[in-house]
């Protein structure tokens, strides 16, 4: 196949997952929620299930009036929303879904990830900070404290399995997985869905946003689809955190039949971390912030730092 054309392929089967899958894990939120707790809203849209809730969303925010106010840095207010589509659009490429199933096969795709995926939460700081209202921007500074905490305990279970698997490539630590990993990176698991919750701002760690104490956060001037590109950003920010999870923790495309059902068992097993994701929200109550911090640094980071040291000793022990 002609160099060109592979590109143009793998480009758009990116681009069309990216802009199917953070909608299918929105609607999976809306039913997930409704059960847990009761709400009967959700399941009228549209008559069966409430199908069309998704829909019905989407057409309240385009019917919205798109307001900029008068006091907010215009350029910047206006290209916050589109920072965190595209940050993890770019990180969604470097995900394999096979050995030869992906968007780009970048040497240090983890690094590259890990890198793109932090910009997202920089477009909710410019948010913050660009739109003129004392409550936008304590939210962006929440939001900036937040990302410091809990980055760093995320990138050192990363490097753990970067460690162990000899390779900065996602496809690489991909095909050096094995089944052990489960029990001897289990606590790195823990800690990076802990921390990915956090650095998506997701309840129980949305202090950024906290309705009851900053009305919306840094969103609170946000109106129509610029307030819906950031919802979008969110669910596009879980797709890539649990398939990066997956692909860490168990394996990527690693599955029980041929190799060519890799894409499955990665769909799979990312529904499944998506899903917990959701579950955590309905199951747990909005932390203070000192509590926020407090989990990151006496909690995350000295188990993080525990499994980078365990994962190095056993890597020089068995080479």
């Known amino acids: 196949m002609n160099e060109y054309v592979e590109i143009v392929i793998r480009s758009v089967c990116v681009l069309a997952a990216f802009l199917v899958l953070p909608l299918v894990v929105g609607q999976t939120e809306h039913k997930v929620m409704a059960h847990m707790q009761g709400r009967l809203g959700p399941m009228e849209a549209g008559g069966f299930h409430g199908w069309a809730q998704l829909i019905a969303d989407g057409v309240k925010f385009v019917q919205k009036e798109d307001v900029v106010p008068l006091a907010a840095d215009k350029s910047v207010f206006r290209l916050a929303p589109a920072l965190g589509i595209v ?40 948010a913050g900070w660009s739109s003129g209202n004392k409550y936008s921007l304590l939210g962006g500074m929440r939001t900036a404290a937040q990302l410091v905490s809990y980055e760093l305990p995320l990138i050192l279970v990363c490097a753990s399995f970067a460690i162990a698997a000899g390779s900065l490539s996602m496809v690489g630590i991909a095909q050096a997985w094995n089944p052990w990993w489960l029990i001897w990176q289990l606590p790195g698991a823990i800690v990076f869905l802990v921390a990915a919750t956090a650095e998506l701002q997701r309840p129980p760690f949305d202090m950024p946003v906290a309705d009851s104490e900053l009305v919306m956060g840094p969103y609170t001037e946000y109106t129509g ?51 917990v994701i959701i579950w955590i929200r309905v199951a747990w109550p909005r932390l203070r912030e000192d509590q926020l911090q407090r989990v990151a640094w006496l909690g995350l980071v000295p188990i993080a730092l525990l499994q980078l040291a365990i994962t190095a000793v056993g890597v020089v022990v068995t080479s």
């Not at 940050?87 to 795709?109: E, K, Q, R, T």
């Not at 590109?229 to 692909?247: D, K, P, T, W």
């Not at 860490?248 to 899903?275: Q, V, Y």
């Open 225 to 275: 689809l610029r307030f819906a590109l950031f919802l979008l950003a969110e669910y596009a920010g879980i797709v890539v955190m649990s398939f990066l999870l997956a692909a860490l923790w168990l394996g990527a495309w690693a599955g029980p039949f041929s190799d060519s059902l890799g894409w499955l068992w990665m769909l799979i097993k990312g529904g499944i971390f998506a899903f």
């Open 87 to 126: 940050s993890y659009l770019l990180a969604l490429a470097v995900i394999p879904f096979g050995s030869d199933f992906f968007g780009a096969n970048v040497p240090g795709g983890l690094v590259w990830l890990l890198a793109v995926s932090g910009i997202g939460t920089l477009g909710t700081l410019m």
